[in-house]
């Protein structure tokens, strides 16, 4: 059977409004909260923060697999033990995600010898060549997981839920999820995210 082209037109308006709905919703940069797991103990803030206190945090699950560069990254290595871990999940296709880039490479450097490690997770980019141009741009020198198809991100299913890119999560020195945020972030809300974990005992 044939549509008729305004039956046509219609159909295909509408493919494309879901389309772009999708996309919006994968890639929202508004910085407004967008909800959580119901049993996350997650406390929202008033800028998209959202965090725990240190009894109720949840383990981490170990992030592992290739990153980028093609050599690959286990974050339960010794090398992340007893370090506050910045994971920033981010697609070199996303707006927000470039605006907040130089935010993660700035602090990445500065809180190096506070005890905190930064790692990238880039999803829903289809190869790497946009990926490691993203880096190069910005100049990200920390690691970044090439998980295109989010696989590392459903680990943290019934911690938390992340619904958009980008996306932040903190984890503490016990290697617990201590805060997120959703949406894009600046250098404020990234301290307001570490400088409390660094300063814990």
């Known amino acids: 059977m044939s549509l008729s082209r305004p039956a046509l037109r219609r159909t295909l308006l509408a493919a494309g409004a879901a389309?772009?709905?999708?996309?919006?919703?994968?890639?929202?940069?508004?910085?407004?909260?967008?909800g959580?797991?119901?049993?996350?103990?997650?406390?929202?803030?008033k800028d998209?923060?959202?965090?725990v206190a240190k009894a109720d945090r949840k383990e981490a699950p170990t992030l592992d697999g290739e990153m980028l560069d093609g050599k690959r990254?286990?974050?339960s290595s010794s090398a992340y033990k007893g370090k506050v871990v910045v994971v920033n999940v981010w697609g070199s296709w996303c707006p927000p995600c470039r605006a907040e880039a130089k935010y993660y490479v700035k602090?990445?450097?500065e809180m190096k010898d506070q005890g905190v490690e930064f790692?990238?997770?880039?999803?829903?980019?289809?190869?790497?060549?946009?990926?490691?141009?993203?880096?190069?741009?910005?100049?990200?020198?920390?690691?970044?997981?090439?998980?295109?198809?989010?696989k590392l991100i459903l680990r943290f299913k019934g911690n938390l839920s992340l619904q958009g890119i980008p996306a932040v999560l903190v984890i503490?020195?016990?290697?617990?999820?201590?805060a997120r945020?959703?949406?894009?972030?600046?250098?404020?809300?990234l301290h307001k995210m570490i400088d409390p974990l660094i300063a814990e005992k």
Do not use: M, W
């Open 19 to 34: 389309v772009a709905a999708l996309t919006l919703a994968a890639c929202s940069g508004d910085g407004g909260t967008q």
């Open 36 to 45: 959580g797991s119901g049993n996350s103990n997650f406390v929202s803030g």
């Open 48 to 51: 998209s923060i959202e965090t």
């Open 73 to 75: 990254l286990d974050t």
């Open 107 to 109: 602090l990445s450097k």
């Open 119 to 150: 790692v990238g997770i880039n999803t829903r980019d289809p190869n790497k060549g946009p990926a490691i141009e993203f880096e190069k741009e910005f100049g990200v020198e920390y690691p970044s997981f090439y998980d295109p198809a989010g």
């Open 172 to 178: 503490d020195r016990d290697g617990k999820i201590a």
């Open 181 to 189: 945020a959703l949406g894009g972030v600046n250098d404020k809300h």
